[in-house]
């Protein structure tokens, strides 16, 4: 459904009209719906394969790597102004080829901030910036490559043609998102129905997540401790 259709919908739904359900309204309860829905799909899209497909560019972006520099920040590039996390780091070796880091959550500058000199093994971050684990001593114009998710393009009042960048068959579940806001604060009977409703197309929202995942099982493994 494209938006028009979609804010339609959401008047024969509640037996409502852009009167006493302005467009300006209707617009932002459809953005918060969107961010409740992708914010679903992030949480389960364990192979990072979604992104709004209204953007015309990929979700992923590069920063040049300078010598005697560990720490980057993100948002200077415009691929990353919005940005929601990083899903990986590659970084280019001094030979060319690009490799993974390691995503590390410890602070594993020392404390006087001086670093051993090399190449790159891990990174982490700190708000928008990219913190790596070693000094680099060597300069790679866009040595470093960044994949990552972000925020989904906001749905405009004067928005018409336009769809929403989710997963068409889950246009309906964003529409119900917004009937439900505004049947609950005019304490319309109808929200109950819209709720239940809601619910249907939550679960279904999940398999879709799974199938997306192609049934991969991720396995989490207790370490080995012999208690001899």
């Known amino acids: 459904m494209n938006i028009t259709t979609i804010k339609n919908y959401i008047n024969d739904r509640l037996d409502t009209s852009d009167t006493d359900f302005p467009v300006a309204k209707k617009t932002r309860l459809l953005n918060v719906g969107q961010d409740k829905i992708v914010n679903a799909i992030l949480e389960q899209d364990r192979l990072f394969q979604y992104d709004d497909d209204t953007y015309t ?16 920040d993100i948002s200077e590039d415009e691929n990353f102004a919005n940005l929601l996390y990083v899903a990986k780091v590659f970084v280019k070796s001094s030979s060319g080829d690009f490799y993974e880091l390691e995503k590390s959550g410890i602070e594993f500058e020392t404390l006087s901030g001086s670093l051993v000199s090399g190449s790159p093994t891990k990174y982490r971050l700190s708000g928008k910036r990219l913190v790596f684990d070693i000094n680099p001593n060597y300069t790679s114009a866009d040595g470093i490559k960044i994949f990552f998710s972000r925020i989904p393009s906001p749905i405009l009042e004067a ?53 997306m995942n192609n049934d991969t099982n991720f396995v989490v493994e207790a370490k080995y401790i012999d208690a001899r």
Do not use: W
């Open 57 to 72: 560019d990929l979700p992923e972006g590069t920063l040049s790597l300078t010598s005697g520099t560990y720490i980057y």
């Open 159 to 211: 928005d018409t043609t336009r769809e929403p960048g989710l997963p068409t068959t889950f246009h309906h579940l964003l529409a119900l998102y917004a009937c439900f806001d505004f049947a609950s604060a005019k304490q319309m009977t109808v929200k109950n129905d819209v709720y239940t409703e809601i619910q249907v197309e939550e679960r279904k929202l999940g398999l879709h997540i799974a199938k």
